[in-house]
């Protein structure tokens, strides 16, 4: 059993949440991720450890609202449980001084990006942030991410708040045109935008890291159910990422797989909306 | 032809008198009704079957039946007090070798090991030794007549076992009554492993699970769920908080795909995640749980195992229309239980055997629509002693599926071998140990079960466990 110690609503659909995981708040590193069951009837989903308190022993994740699993983690409140939560899991992100890295996050990715973001800064790197939203109010770790980053800048989809457009052709428009020299690239969001991401990075010969949300079960590499397509070969995310070279994921497979639910999820968040199933 | 040979075989025994009772059947869910529930097919003998059953066993004063079992069970006594009614005893009995009777008596291959060579095989049928097991255990668990035996005096030494499944368990049980402090650490958020992951609830109930675990945890068992050896902490982190020997039972826990063009389309899955879909996560009774599962109409289930079996039988439970099993060879060399294919076989699935599929074709939207499948003929035997399939050239078809269940085998899951500095490995990943105690290339770190001898059977790790207790026993005695 693991207890909600804190929750807050970062906008209408994101959620932080500060749980209980003695364990994992000390083992964790950037880049890793646990898979938690909410009670017994419930499904195991991964999410990223955004953050970690070794001393109080605390973890915290990020979730959007899109289903029924994270609708109902939603509903929980501070001083709750969760049943299960399974981690440190997955491999934690190479970090090294690599130069001039920019951390690209996109919705609620900005959670996955944020960690890294702190370990590359710590290491000495010189970071630049790139945060996309759809609108103002969906932007999140805004001023967290200010505190890890050289230089930030803000992208919202319909000109809201920062630049108005995506964070790919800010990033081509404000440093690959400008011949900045770049040394690594992380780009870690919606399938879309990685995907735009990496198709500019490629030509420049930029190293561009994604991390990839498959869908699992189990996460420790017993199912198969995160199989993604990384330079012709099939991979398991769970274990052999979740970061991978963007340069070489097959984003097609990537995008439908991650659709192979969507009927029996709406079904499911649809009677837990209309409160027949009983919560 | 069996009507034929029975009669034949019964006027040969009236002369014998020996061996007149015929060897007692055990009454099934009609197949028509089971196909489309998730309960227990077979549904057990009565206490009067039993007994009946019972006395078929003459007693042989050399039994080798108790050498065909790898726990050693004392069958003839236990089969002697359920004859003479002591159902209770003869459960205690068998605890006495195996944790895991009501568990055994459903899922172990008693056709190739104590019922083998039971002495009245030979003329006739061999004594339903795995009926009765079952019978004895499910008869002590229904009558909450639990025994626990007496907690040991503690030794003050402290146990690591990596994995809750049948190797695990086994050697739990058998280190906590020998006064070793014994904690499990399992990933998965129950205890059981392949027990309660992968083998279906119609051929093993999991409430049937749950009582042997929790048996367990009455002997004094600890077990840690949500705890992966390897990433949560490591053997070595362990070792250095004051644990004394690791044993390390995490089985084969990784899928084997094929590689061939489409394998990741969507309605494709490992055998793994469509039981454990099932099975761990209950995914049949969804939308009441939350995990979800493709209910496909037209399945076809790659491999002809037991897990092949198992994967078949559930999506016809799902609502399959058409399930198939493809098989590159012939039924003979068919590696799962004889009981098994043939209750697939009463429940309607359809055997295509000498295919091997070679292509899977998707539509736009990236689901699997077709299986393209090449016909094959056998050829010279291969190290195995099976012949080995030749693809017959130009015979390639495609069949429609929606639905793909791949369940060509396991192998190692690479996560504790990359985090256990110094542990000898083999080239496909599985531990090496030293001999039967399971030892590894490290003292103090034993091994046992499916991560050893790649995907075996629930016995076998059952076994490996009983071993390693009584090497880890002695090792820690002597220090």
Redesign the interface.
Known sequence: MNKIIEKVNLSERVVKMVLEAP??AQ?RKAGQFIVL?IDE????IPLTIVDSDAQKGTITIIFQIVG??TAQLDGLKIGDSL???????GNPTEIENYGRVVCIGGGVGIGVVYPLAVALKKAGNRVISILGARTKDLLILEKEMRASSDTMIITTDDGSYGVHGFVSSVFQVGMLDQNIKVDRVYAIGPVPMMKAVCDITKPHGIKTIVSLNSIM??G??????C???VAGK?KFAC?DGPEFDGHEVDF??LA??L???CD??R??YE?HKCGC?GN | MKNISVGAMETKETKEKKEKVPRQKMPEQDPQKRVRNFEEVPIGYSTETAIIEATRCIQCKKPSCVGGCPVDVRIPEFIKDIAEGRFIEAAWKLKETNGLPAVCGRVCPQEDQCEKVCVLGKKGEPVAIGRLERFAADYERNAGKISIPPSVKSNGKKIVVAGAGPAGLTIAGDLVKLGYDVTIFE???KAGGVLV?GIPEFRLPKAIVEAEVEYLRKLGVKIE????IG???TIDELFAEGFNAVFIGVGA???V?M?IPG??L??I??A??YL??SNL??AYL???????I?RGKRVAVVGGGNVAMDSVRTALRLGAERAMIIYRRTEVEMPARKEEVHHAEEEGVEFLMLHNPVEYIGNE??WVTGMKCIKMELGEPDESGRRSPVPIKDSEFVIDVDTIVVAVGTMA???VPATTAGLEINKKGYIVTKDESGLTSREGIYAGGDIVTGSATVILAMGAGRKAANAIHEYLSKK
């Not at chain 1, 049943?83 to 899991?89: A, F, M, T, V, Y």
């Open positions: 364990i994992i083992k069951k009837k419930g499904e195991r029924k699993t049943q299960d939560i399974l981690g440190p899991l079960v189990d420790t590499g017993m199912c198969g159910a199989r993604v397509a099939t274990v097609k497979l439908d797989r659709k192979m639910y029996p999820e079904e499911a009677k199933d | 990933a998965l958020h992951y769920t949500n705890f992966v990433r949560t902490k826990g990784a899928p795909f590689n394998e990741n969507m309605g899955y490992s793994n995640e454990t879909r996560m209950k969804f939308p009441e749980y939350d995990t979800p493709v939207a990236g899951n690479p996560i």
